[in-house]
């Protein structure tokens, strides 16, 4: 069963080279593959020249992520406790809007 496995894993690996090299016959598809692997090594050239830079663009991503995660926590906070008043305050309502309507029928009959 295991050999049954590496023939269709070497089967897909070979049909997926062969539908790489096929897209590359298509002139658009050529230039834009260019001009993303110039973008690749222009990026790693720069990364390569500063490496600080980095760890200062993860610092401050981390920092956003962190007040982002702050707020959204704020949020919830404040969305749990209205949903726990609103817990609380409903069944006197309806008490309230009982009373009122068995009030009305009261004065109704009489």
Not at 22 to 37: E, S
Not at 76 to 104: A, C, G, M, Y
């Amino acid at each position: 069963m295991e050999e049954k496995n590496q023939i269709v894993l070497r089967g897909a690996l070979l049909g997926a080279a062969c539908g790489a090299l096929l897209t590359l016959f298509h002139r658009p598809t050529r230039i834009a593959l260019k001009d993303k692997w110039n973008a690749c090594q222009q990026k790693l050239e720069e990364v390569c020249q500063e490496p600080s830079r980095i760890s200062t663009c993860m610092k401050e991503k981390m920092e956003e992520t962190k007040q982002l995660m702050r707020t959204v926590s704020d949020d919830l906070s404040f969305l749990n406790e209205q949903v726990n008043q609103l817990k609380e305050t409903t069944p006197r309502v309806l008490e309230i809007i009982e009373e009122t309507k068995d009030h009305f029928q009261s004065k109704q009959t009489d």
